[in-house]
Structures are given as C-alpha cells and as structure tokens.
C-alpha cells in the first residue's frame, strides 16, 4: 500500500516502461563500462544501468581511486587496450577531481552507438523464470521513476553482486577456512571479515590561519593516539568487521566521524600544531570506496592454488597482475581504538601474471548471468589480486565478447565454455579497443614482467 501511494503521489505509473535489449549491464563502474562497450562494438544493443550521475565507480571524482593492475600481458594480450581511451593520465589516490577525468568516461560510454546508458538508476528487483533472469526493475534515485529492461543476457557489474543476489545466485561473502581450499592465508575458521571501505580526504594550505569546529563524538582523539597526517587515501579505511552491505551507511559515516575528529583534535588541541594552522579540509570523500562484499560463485572458484601454482586452464582469459593484497587493521591503530580500528595494513604477496578463468565469469546456477569486477567467482584471498581496476575492465571485456558469441549463436554463458572457447580465444587475443590515436601512457612492459623473479611472502616460509 505505502508503494502504491508513493507512486501515486509522485505521479509514477503503477507499471513501469519496458524496453528490450541484447544485453543489460548493471554496474556503470570500470568493469561495467568495458563490458558494456566490448558487447556493443561486437553489435548487442546494450543497455548500462549505473546509479550515480557520473561513471567510473572508485575511480571517478566522487571516490578517486587510481586506476590498478597492468594490461597488454599473456597470450589474450588484446585486453585492456580499451582502457586507455578513457584512463586517467595521472595517477594516485585522493586527488584533484580533474585527474579522474570524469568526462572522459561520458565520452567513452556516449560515443557508443549500441548503448543506452540509465545514469542515476538503480536495480531494486529482478523478474525470473526458472533459473533465468527475466528482466530487471530499476528506480531513478531522484524521481523514483521505475522501468522495466528485458533481456535475453545480464552482466552484474555492482561490485555488490546485487543482480546475482536478487536472482538467487550462489555466492560467498566472508573469509573461508584454511583448509575448504587449501589456502595458507586464509584463516583457520572461516568468518564474515571483509575488507574495509575508504574514505578518502585531503587538507590544502590556505597560505593563512583558518579555522576547524570542535568536533568530538564516539571517539576521543589525544597526544597519543592521533594521526598527525595532512591527507588520508586507501590507509583509512572502516567497516571490516560490518556487513558491507546491509551496514555500508553506518560504515561510511564512521569514516566520515573519524576524519572530522582527528581533524578538530589536530586544528583545536594538539599542542604543536604549526604545521595545521594554515590547513584546511580541501575534500572529503562522500561515498566510501568499498573493496569487498558478495562473490557469486561460477563453475570455477579461483583459489589461492591457481595463482601459487599457476596452475593452466584451457579457458585462461584475463591476466591479474597485482600481488595477493589483503587489508587487516593497523596494529597501532587497533591498540588505540580496538572496538573500531578505522586504518589498516597490508602485506604484497608479489606473483606470476596469471590468466584467470572464463568460468569465473558468469553464474553456476543461473544460466544467462555474467559478472565481472569483485564479485567475480573468486575466494576471500584469490580476491586479493583480481579486484583492482585495470583488472576488473579486463573481465568486462571478456564478458563483452562472451555475450556477442551468446547472441550469435542463441547460447548461454557456459555454452560459450563447451562449444565456442576457440571463437572467444580469439577475440580475446585480438581485443576490441582502439589501436590508433590513443595515449600510451598505460602501456606495460610484459618482457620486464616475464623477466623478474617470482616473490612468495607467507608467515610460514618467508623466502
């Protein structure tokens, strides 16, 4: 009744528009962006669905997370060249909004003639058949206008694996045990820790005094258990032990308290507090940059095995790059506020490049699902390595051509797998993106790669 009402008053039709497509991508950050290019370019009519006003995810102005990971490596080296029509020039985390380059990625996604991009929308429900996704509601955050999309082929790109979840997809949230995958960074009972979300900050020299209000709630800052620190990126970050999900606005406003207090203890009472008189809080970050929640789970888990081992799979697609890197609270931090540590650590286990199955890349028990970004089909610890950006565009391209080859041949995501791998290899080798005009100043030496030693650092054998 309240749904009805809302609806009436706000003069939205009971039933919502419907529109068809070739795919739906949900999810308008990095992964979803490729994923939705990759299939147009490759004729679907694709609609992408993003709920902010601007693209990108963690890496546009409104979180300003740098792009991560290395493209151009291993046999599929096609990959990732599409990411440098619309990458930034200048890296780094909490940033000047300009070096995200928001228009940029409009341009990208705008210059598609096969897309139809719903910016400001999100997906509040999903319409299945069976163990098919039928089509998906989506509801304007500012007018609450609903509309329907139907298609044959979805892609979950929120990170949050939200359409998955809605569709009663299979997935994981949490750290799994020690010994359900073999994985000796795993802990030894499983639990519900996640990594953390950031929000990032940073102060600017105002070249005179200025001045901050007294701001002291939940947490009492002093000499000793202040950060004496002018700006603070991924290091800052809260929430891992809240759900990522159902807890992210209390998650994201504790980040923001902590930034505030600190701050008004730095400006207001620290004794020797030169080097903060003439600083103010240039920005603050008003959504958290979340870095872990759902993995839904496809015919293939990848584990920390694979990459140890780099262990080949005839589906090999995407290759990561980054180290295994698994945040924990800061020690020094967690002995000063140990009921809500709000900084964490990190130890980079370096690997071997390694190529990532195709099976992780759509459901194993909803058959017109793909997914690509960290809500790939992956444990709590292979994470660690596929999640960062550069990587997660890569699967949206995988992604993108996997549902051309679907529409082409009437088929699912696994019937890519069992009779068309061949056709997919090849355009996985060959890419989609651009190859003239674009900035090389994303390229990666694969040679320089190929030629440094392989680095293993676990607490049980440190060589």
Known sequence: QLTDFRKKMLDIPAEPEQYSYDVIVTGG??????????????????????????????????????????????PNSGLGRMIREFGHSKEGNAKPAANYEDEKKELFIANEKNITLYANYRAISVKTDGNRIESVIIKHIENGKEVELKAPLFSDCTGDGTIGYLAGADYNMGRESRTEYGEELAPIQPDKMTMGSSVQWYSADKGKPTRFPIFSYGLQFNEKNCEKVTMGEWKWETGMNFN??????????????????????????????????????????????????????????????????????????????????????????????????????????HIYPYAVPYRCLYSRNIENLFMAGRNISVTHVALGTVRVMRTTGMMGEV??????????????????????????????????????????????????????PRIFIIEKNKK
């Open 244 to 349: 990522q999900i159902d807890d992210f606005e209390r998650i994201r406003d504790y980040g923001l308290m902590v930034i505030y207090s600190n701050w008004s203890f730095l400006k207001n009472e620290l004794k020797d507090n030169k080097k903060y008189k003439n600083r103010a809080l240039d920005w603050v970050a008003y959504i958290a940059g979340k870095r872990e929640s759902r993995r839904l789970l496809g015919d293939y888990i990848l584990k920390q095995d694979d990459i140890d081992k780099n262990v080949y799979h005839e589906d090999a697609s995407f290759v990561t790059t980054w180290s295994i890197d698994l945040h924990f609270p800061d020690s020094l931090n967690a002995s000063h506020f140990p009921d809500a540590p709000f900084k964490v650590a990190t130890k980079h286990i």
């Open 399 to 452: 992604v993108g051509m996997a549902a051309s080859l679907c529409k082409k041949y009437n088929t699912t995501p696994r019937g890519v797998y069992q009779k068309h791998l061949p056709e997919l290899k090849a355009l996985m080798k060959e890419g989609v993106g651009k190859k003239e005009g674009i900035p090389d100043n994303q390229k990666f030496n694969e040679q320089k790669l190929l030629k440094e």
């Open 29 to 74: 950050g990095i992964a979803g962006m490729c994923a939705a290019a990759t299939a147009s370019r490759l004729g679907c009519k694709v609609a992408l669905i993003n709920d902010r006003p601007v693209l990108g995810g963690n890496n546009s102005s409104e979180v300003r997370v740098h792009l991560g990971g290395n493209i151009g490596v291993g």
